[in-house]
């Protein structure tokens, strides 16, 4: 069956370090992939878009990484601070790429503490 | 201010009544979206519109309705049919097809 997984439990971090989330998916040939944030009550935030022929992204202090043969994304945050943390969700866009669809992961909560 | 908009923020309805929640946005974006979330699961895709008069089901349409009567405008009706319509509906949209989502605030309706 398909499926995305990200970590479940919580992710908690002292601020400065990196963060790291991952993104694991199962019998998806996904177009591409997105990051999300979100914020308690409010709606995701976009971050970040990676394509199936890149393996980088970045920007500012984000990356992702995307490795379609081990079937993963990993989205680091260096330098953490407290304001980064939210829950942090994928996306995958699947093929074929023009549904403009999202399948999307239950997301990962980052906490970082001072 | 370009954005998208829901309304309300919050909704109530007793058991066996349509309500339908409103989305408007005009970045003038061709795509609009409707989601579900519910308590620590991921976005689940309701309904999905390309262009004006044209939209598809999801993954979860049963229950619910949409029309695109304007390129502005995607509202969506949760039915009586929907057995469990409590949960956080939020609405996006995409310049194109597989380009970032702008999503809404959201709206959390609950029924009673």
């Known amino acids: 069956s398909q499926k995305i997984e990200q970590n479940s439990e919580a992710l908690n971090i002292q601020e400065g370090k990196t963060a790291t989330l991952t993104c694991n998916y199962t019998?998806?040939?996904?177009?591409?992939l997105q990051w999300y944030r979100q914020d308690p009550g409010r709606g995701p935030v976009f971050l970040l878009l990676?394509?199936?022929?890149?393996k980088e992204k970045r920007k500012e202090r984000l990356k992702v990484t995307f490795d379609t043969t081990l079937k993963q994304s990993l989205f680091h945050i260096t330098a953490s601070q407290p304001a980064d943390s939210a829950t942090y969700l994928c996306a995958l866009g699947t093929q074929p790429s023009n549904t403009g669809k999202l399948i999307f992961g239950q997301g990962t909560t980052l906490q970082v503490k001072p | 201010d370009g954005g998208i908009t829901q309304s309300p923020k919050y909704l109530f309805r007793k058991e066996g009544q349509n309500v339908t929640l409103s989305c408007e946005q005009n970045?003038?974006?061709?795509?609009m979206y409707w989601y579900r979330q519910d308590p620590g699961q991921g976005l689940r895709l309701i309904y999905y519109s390309q262009i004006v008069n044209d939209f598809q089901k999801g993954d979860i349409a049963e229950g619910y309705s949409v029309s695109r009567e304007k390129k502005e405008s995607f509202p969506l009706t949760v039915t009586s049919a929907q057995k469990k319509p409590t949960a956080f509906y939020l609405c996006?949209?995409?310049?194109?097809?597989?380009?970032?989502?702008?999503f809404g605030p959201g709206t959390r309706l609950t029924v009673l």
């Open positions: 996006a949209s995409s310049i194109w097809l597989y380009n970032e989502q702008f």
């Open positions: 019998n998806y040939s996904p177009a591409y």
């Open positions: 990676i394509r199936e022929n890149e």
């Open positions: 970045l003038n974006h061709d795509a």
